[in-house]
């Protein structure tokens, strides 16, 4: 492991989602800025099954470049890189090495997400017309980045270190493969509004975007970090012309189906009969029903199908350099929509 030393958030999330299934031992790592991740990758050349990479962003695309080209498999945190030019080059070598790079885009290992998929698949919704997702967080309220700030937010709002863009690198990028993972749509088309309100702050800490999809269908997305009062709502709602899913990760456990002549459906997690609906959504429950799982666990999840990947030297369940690349694509469009004038921008 890179990066994730004392006085990290993410760092002890891997270190967690790692030992829950016992699919892999931590052996060796660099979890400070000041020690050699140089000399990390080259006495673990040969040893170690995969490299997990938990550093601030800047230093995302440097040491997974080192690591595939070492002959690694690769975990990277998101974003997978500062630019979409780093980003596609890295999943062109992860292809030519035939390595596995992986992202974790937690909220896609959730058991109701994956039942979302699903049902969408199975056509349960019908055609797609409108996603509305909202990615709500108040945590910015608390802080004045006009004074010095802890470690742990200090980087997010310095360029050099951040890159370009807080708000919709950070967290928008989780909106953004969620919108794309569950309706197996792509986003074409960027109308993009970023505003930065907390005070002393660089980079942007709030979005409103229009978006437009592959199959004609139309998409609403906020994300911010200055929702007074709000913890980590993620809000997705998917509307199509037979039904429409709700679902809300601060009550993860549970899926909302509405149709416009019969009662609305309450799906609950590891209920008898979600295996028959996703079985991707039943293998990855991990406890019974009515037992909460979370943040931890759908972590977790990208681990079991990223390892199982490595194992396996074949496809499976997890966000991988592509999304890495669609992310990348997505955080530019937006970021020269909001330059140009809030005019819509490719995908």
């Known amino acids: 492991m890179v990066g994730g030393g004392k006085g990290s958030f993410i760092g002890p999330i891997h270190r967690m989602a790692i030992r829950m299934d016992d699919l892999a031992d931590l ?14 990758i080259a006495r673990c050349r040969g040893k170690i099954d995969f490299l997990a990479v938990c550093t601030p962003n800047s230093s995302h695309y440097e040491i997974t470049k080192a690591a595939l080209e070492a002959g690694m498999d690769v975990l990277c945190e998101k974003p997978l890189s500062m630019t979409l030019a780093e980003a596609t080059e890295l999943e062109r070598l992860a292809r030519r090495r035939r ?3 992986g992202i974790p885009f937690t909220y896609s290992g959730f058991p109701m997400v994956k039942l979302a998929r699903d049902l969408v698949k199975r056509g349960e919704l019908g055609k797609i017309d409108k996603v509305v997702l909202e990615y709500s967080q108040g945590s910015f309220r608390k802080i004045d980045f006009s004074k010095p700030l802890d470690k742990r937010n200090a980087w997010k709002m310095d360029p050099k270190k951040a890159g370009p863009s807080c708000v919709v690198a950070d967290i928008g990028v989780h909106g953004f493969h969620l919108i794309e993972h569950v309706t197996g749509l792509e986003v074409r088309q960027v109308l993009a509004d970023l505003s930065s309100f907390a005070p002393g702050n660089r980079l942007d800490d709030d979005a409103s975007m229009l978006l437009r999809l592959s199959s004609g269908a139309k998409a609403m997305f906020t994300v911010s970090k200055v929702a007074t009062g709000e913890e980590n709502g993620v809000r997705l709602r998917v509307y199509g012309d037979k039904a429409s899913l709700y679902w809300n990760q601060e009550e993860n456990n549970y899926l909302s189906v509405k149709y416009p002549f019969a009662p609305e459906r309450i799906y609950k997690r590891n209920a ?3 295996g028959d609906l996703s079985a991707a959504s039943k293998a990855l ?10 943040f931890i666990e ?7 199908e990223f390892c199982a990947a490595v194992r396996d030297r074949k496809p499976h369940d997890f966000p991988g350099a592509h999304e890495g690349v669609r992310t990348m694509r997505f955080v530019e469009a937006a970021l020269r929509s909001n330059k140009n004038g809030n005019r819509w921008e490719k995908v």
Request: charged share 20%.
């Open 27 to 40: 052996v060796d790592g660099c979890y400070s800025h000041t020690d050699d991740w140089h000399g990390l």
């Open 99 to 101: 390595r596995v790079l």
């Open 272 to 274: 008898p009969y979600i």
């Open 285 to 294: 429950s991990r406890i019974p029903a009515g037992h909460h799982e979370g």
């Open 298 to 304: 759908g972590f977790a999840n990208i681990y079991r």
